[in-house]
């Protein structure tokens, strides 16, 4: 088996030995042997220990010349390895110089400073800078960048860097030069380069203290039409952190570059944002509405990162979440305030259970300050990033808006400039606020999802209603025992007519709102309301105030009362989930084909239809569990019989309700002009179609051929293909489409995503096949999230076949993937995450493949570790 690189621990951490006060670089850019000069102004940290040697991180580089103080240092006074430089002797203060070669063009890592369609691209976050330089490449080491690119003006007529543009020349040769000064202090993982043939998009921001901003998106040509809703969404974040956290931008001109090879979706490098075309590319004929909303998200998730995450940065990769959680938290309160609140919070929830409750509950568990890591590639997870902003929502949950808003400006007021830890965000807020939230730090460091037990019990004399809860938290690897978490719990009481009753706990003077947030700090808890007249029906967790998992027991007509009456809309939806999540595990365990959904599920769906709701909420209230979370709520799990028992509910609500889902779909489906702010009725439009393509009538045949032909936006047209690509004599419209589209690498990917994920019998040959496409590189890490991981991570039924050739694809992929790029071949890898939860057969086939990745001889420490930790 592979050994995995040795494990770095949170509590080793030590302060740097040196400090580095100002950076100068100076590339001159070939693809094949770009030369990085560098230029380093150094003092000893007085916080480190004394006399240390000056270690330089620093990988795949070809050392040039160094100088010491403008004097060249001898071969013995220093020593180069594979993973870095280092220099014994070191002067208090001193300058240093260094020259490094490197080949951008071989690195299909796409970490530190690579090629994309003939243009330089740099991505540095986490350890990538130590591939350009050598350098202290460590998140609390901040320095003042300058930088001057020199190129080729005809093939890179853009040269872009960090910062302000203060000068710029030609040279001889035709070659031109442009230079870059960051006022501001920042890492190395913040450091941006690009260089090549781009157009741009401009417009402008004024802030409230009235600095002039321009606003500047670089994509390659061809894309400028595509770009003017992510301008937008720049325009609509920097706004929205203005009034709601009263924060502005600092620099003269905030750019964005788009580009197709990323292994992320984007980079919040400062006042260069490097994007995956993903996140920035769309119009209607080309992008779905999620597209959209995705744009929306990315882009202010990563304008958001200049104050959390860039001013204020990270002290060490341990407080990862510092940064990704607040600043997930803050993307998602802004697509709340742009869009629907309610269905923003639901799609959020439905994301976390289905991938952190899973994560939580498998081999890769960790806490959301991991106490320690081999790659810190692998700690860029659903934990760190939703479950962290999970954990930041609680202390607004907590603290109330008001008293968030108190503690994040104590925040920045305290560290601005800083490189930072999870506590020193704790202080702040108990701080501000005057809290004692000494136990809120259990969520940093216990790994695992919580689970509340909760009991009612009513009392018709004394007229009071009492719930008594539980809190546990399963072993996870290397922490078998869990301490109770401070947990909020928001929750109101609804009486017979389905009103929000007012919440008087037993001791209190009065009454205190209709929505409660009970504060959970022990292991149980008994809570008493007061007053209440007769048995209420309970609205738990509301707004999902927690990350736990929740334990009561409705009853069927008590969730179907909650779904037509609560005042909590996420809790609707919840009551929908609930009962469907019931019925299909119930089916399952019952292994009897010819069960049915009782009528009481089918009518609760029909009355939905007619409610006067957001048609985003009814639609997602009408969307069965996908069986990825459902596998997870079974052990030894048989995927093919889950699939089975999934398709039959959905074809029998297809049946049962054939006529509300036509009428529906027909009332919506009024041939009116694409408007992105109709996202709400295309989607219950889609989901009414959805379900009817369960049925084999030539009426549907003909509702979706014509939607396909007709549409006017990638929303229609797409859903119309997803439910032709799972019916019989869906091939002439996959072709039509290929066609249309296969100059447009993000519509490609989206054929590419259909055909990975189709039900129909021959999924993985069909994947196979479609590797040998001339759309498809192995290289993109877009195409191999559309084909290979669409089938490996979404398509239950045939990645999890029982003849196990999923399995054996997946680790072929693996082990290819690993030599051209770690990162993605360690994702790709999550897919066996799970295997222990497999019925025998699949649980042993899973951990063949494993085992046999595992045997290669030469694995990246990325995938090493992801794999040892599945296996252990």
């Not at 220099?87 to 020259?99: F, S, Y």
């Not at 239809?609 to 990825?628: H, V």
């Not at 027909?666 to 889609?686: C, H, I, P």
Request: glycine residues 4%; aromatic residues 8%; contains cysteine.
């Amino acid at each position: 088996m592979t050994l995995q690189s040795t494990p770095i621990n949170r509590l080793d951490y030590t302060p740097p030995a040196f400090l580095i006060d100002r950076v100068d670089l100076t590339f001159e850019l070939i693809e094949s042997q770009t030369r990085v000069q560098s230029r380093l102004v150094l003092k000893r940290n007085p916080e480190a220990a004394p006399q240390l040697p000056l270690e330089l991180a620093g990988e795949e580089l070809t050392l040039e010349s160094i100088k010491l103080d403008g004097a060249p240092l001898k071969a013995d006074a220093y020593t180069v390895s594979a993973k870095g430089l280092i220099i014994a002797a070191m002067p208090d203060e001193a300058i240093l110089e260094i020259v490094t070669l490197i080949n951008p063009l071989t690195n299909t890592s796409l970490n530190g400073l690579y090629v994309s369609s003939g243009n330089f691209i740099t991505q540095c976050e986490a350890e990538g800078f130590r591939k350009i330089t050598y350098y202290l490449d460590r998140p609390d080491v901040m320095a003042k960048f300058t930088t001057t690119i020199i190129a080729d003006k005809t093939r890179y007529p853009v040269l872009l860097s960090n910062g302000n543009r203060v000068d710029s020349g030609q040279m001889d040769k035709n070659r031109h030069w442009v230079k870059w000064v960051d006022p501001f202090k920042k890492p190395a993982y913040l450091f941006a380069l690009v260089a090549g043939k781009l157009v741009m998009l401009a417009d402008q921001h004024t802030t409230p203290s009235g600095r002039q901003v321009a606003l500047e998106i670089f994509v390659e040509p061809g894309n400028l039409d595509k770009c003017h809703h992510a301008m937008a969404a720049i325009k609509k974040s920097m706004r929205w952190d203005e009034e709601r956290f009263g924060l502005e931008y600092d620099l003269d001109s905030y750019m964005i570059v788009a580009t197709s090879d990323f292994n992320m979706g984007a980079m919040e490098n400062k006042g260069l944002n490097i994007f995956n075309t993903k996140y920035v590319l769309a119009k209607p004929e080309t992008a779905t509405d999620v597209d959209f909303d995705g744009i929306d998200a990315v882009v202010a998730h990563e304008y958001f990162h200049n104050w959390t995450g860039n001013r204020v940065t990270c002290r060490d990769w341990f407080q990862l979440s510092l940064k990704e959680g607040l600043t997930v938290y803050r993307d998602q309160e802004f697509s709340s305030d742009i869009g629907s609140r309610s269905v923003e919070r639901i799609n959020n929830v439905k994301a976390l259970r289905e991938m952190q409750f899973a994560e939580d509950a498998g081999p890769q568990a960790h806490s959301v300050r991991p106490e320690a890591y081999s790659e810190i590639n692998n700690f860029y997870t659903m934990t760190i990033y939703e479950k962290g902003s999970e954990v930041v929502r609680m202390y607004a949950t907590l603290l109330g808006k008001e008293g968030f808003r108190k503690g994040m400006d104590l925040y920045f007021k305290r560290h601005d400039g800083q490189a930072v830890t999870c506590d020193d965000f704790r202080a702040a807020m108990s701080d501000a606020n005057g809290v004692d939230l000494t136990q809120f730090e259990e969520w940093y460091k216990q790994a695992g999802t919580p689970e509340l037990a909760i009991t009612s019990q009513y009392d018709a004399t004394a007229k009071t209603y009492t719930l008594h809860i539980k809190q546990s938290c399963p072993a996870t690897p290397g922490q078998a025992e869990k301490r109770p978490f401070h947990i909020p719990l928001a929750l109101g009481l609804l009486d017979k007519h389905g009103k929000d009753l007012p919440l008087q706990l037993l001791g209190e003077s009065n009454a205190q709102g209709t929505t409660r947030v009970l504060e959970l700090t022990a292991a149980s808890h008994r809570f008493s309301f007061v007053n209440i007249d007769e048995a209420p029906t309970p609205s738990l967790l509301r707004d999902f105030s927690a990350p736990v998992k929740l334990s009561y027991a409705y009853r069927d007509e008590e969730l179907v009362f909650l779904m037509a009456n609560d005042s909590d809309a996420f809790n609707r939806w919840e009551a929908a989930n609930t009962f469907a999540k019931n019925l299909l595990l119930s089916l399952y365990a019952s292994n009897d084909g010819q069960q049915l959904a009782p009528t009481s599920f089918i009518n609760a769906l029909r009355k939905v239809l007619s409610e006067k709701l957001d048609p985003s909420l009814i639609a997602l209230m009408l969307d069965l569990p996908r069986e990825n979370y459902l596998l997870e709520q079974i052990d030894s799990v048989n995927p093919a019989q889950l699939h089975l028992v999934h398709r039959s509910v959905k074809a029998q609500i297809a049946r049962e309700l054939r006529a509300e889902l036509l009428a529906t779909y027909n009332k919506l489906n009024d041939g009116s002009t694409y408007r992105y702010e109709d996202a709400g009725k295309r989607s219950l439009k889609n989901i009414c179609l959805d379900y009817l393509a369960e049925l084999d009538e030539p009426l549907v045949t003909e509702l979706l051929s014509k939607q396909y032909r007709l549409s006017d936006n990638m929303t229609d047209r797409l859903a119309a293909l997803k439910a032709l690509v799972n019916r019989d004599g869906g091939e002439a419209q996959l072709a039509d489409f290929a066609v249309q589209w296969h100059d447009d690498a993000l519509v490609m990917d989206k054929w590419f995503a259909l055909q990975s994920t189709s039900r129909r019998p021959g999924a993985l040959s069909r994947v196979q096949a479609l590797m040998d496409h001339p759309a498809f590189s192995i290289k993109n890490p877009n195409k191999v999230r559309a084909l290979i991981m669409g089938f490996c991570l979404q398509n239950a039924p045939h990645f999890h076949a029982a003849d196990g050739y999923g399995y054996a694809f997946a680790a072929d992929r693996i082990i290819e993937l690993d030599k051209i790029n770690p990162q993605v071949a360690a994702r790709l890898a999550s897919s066996f995450n799970r295997w222990k939860k497999m019925e025998p057969q699949r649980r042993q086939m899973m951990q063949d493949e494993l085992q046999r990745i595992a045997q290669q001889s030469d694995l990246s420490s990325d995938l090493a570790e992801i794999v040892n930790k599945a296996l252990s």
